[in-house]
């Protein structure tokens, strides 16, 4: 299994530009989550998804898109990326948990971002 | 108001002594969950020890074990032996609610750990 991945490991854009950072797992977990870490800052939650088809937003959804058409593959859209934007964004993944339990979220090692 | 408190934002131990990260938590769920991750500096996110608002058993997992206070919402990670090794970053996260997941963690801002030779 490679676990949870994500592409690219870095990227630079101009503000204005779009792109797509891509997350995928091979675990078939139905939970997937994109993070962002800003510094001095623990992560906090864009956009998270529950199973093919179900996107919801987390703590700062702004300026970014997810959707969720495959179980292994989340992918966080930048429309029109902002200096705000820069970070280090993670991608996670876990299983949906029965009842009460919990399940581990398997984290990607993470995209660096830098907006100019 | 922040929901995970990590008021210690650097703690330096000793190599073979134990230390203790402080957590406190804010929630007016019943149900809820209590991570703690590390980061080391290579930035990979590490899960380290669980703990669910029902258990009432504090959670041990190896080297590492939680000090579940409910009453004083606090949940502290207790690292015992420290190694060179443990240096990195550690975070703190919650889960509320019942029957969800891991998918939607609030995290506190870490607390960076130093391992002293």
């Known amino acids: 299994n490679a676990g949870v991945t994500q592409t690219p490991k870095f990227q630079v854009l101009k503000t204005g530009q779009s792109m797509t950072l891509q997350c995928a797992q091979d675990m078939n977990h139905e939970y997937m989550s994109w993070y962002r870490q800003d510094p001095g800052m623990g992560l906090r939650l864009i956009h998270y998804?529950?199973?093919?088809?179900?996107?919801d937003q987390g703590e700062v959804p702004n300026g970014y898109n997810v959707s969720r058409s495959t179980t292994e593959d989340f992918p966080l859209r930048l429309l029109s990326a902002a200096p705000s934007q820069t970070s280090v964004y993670f991608c996670?993944?876990?299983?949906?948990?029965?009842?009460?339990?919990?399940?581990?979220?398997?984290f990607g090692p993470g995209t660096r971002l830098t907006v100019l | 108001a922040q929901k995970i408190t990590q008021t210690q934002p650097g703690m330096f131990v000793q190599e073979k002594e134990a230390v203790t990260l402080d957590c406190t938590y804010d929630t007016s769920d019943q149900s809820y969950g209590l991570f703690w991750y590390k980061q080391p500096s290579s930035g990979e996110m590490i899960f380290l020890i669980y703990?669910?608002?029902?258990?009432?058993q504090n959670a041990t997992e190896g080297r590492y074990s939680l000090n579940f206070q409910k009453a004083r919402k606090s949940a502290n990670l207790v690292i015992s032996a420290s190694q060179l090794g443990d240096s990195a970053m550690y975070f703190c996260?919650?889960?509320?609610?019942?029957?969800?997941?891991?998918?939607?963690?609030?995290f506190g801002k870490g607390t960076k750990l130093t391992v002293n030779p």
């Open positions: 703990q669910g608002s029902y258990d009432e």
């Open positions: 996670a993944s876990s299983q949906r948990p029965v009842g009460d339990t919990y399940n581990e979220q398997f």
């Open positions: 998804s529950v199973g093919a088809g179900i996107t």
């Open positions: 996260a919650m889960r509320e609610g019942r029957g969800g997941g891991s998918e939607k963690l609030v």
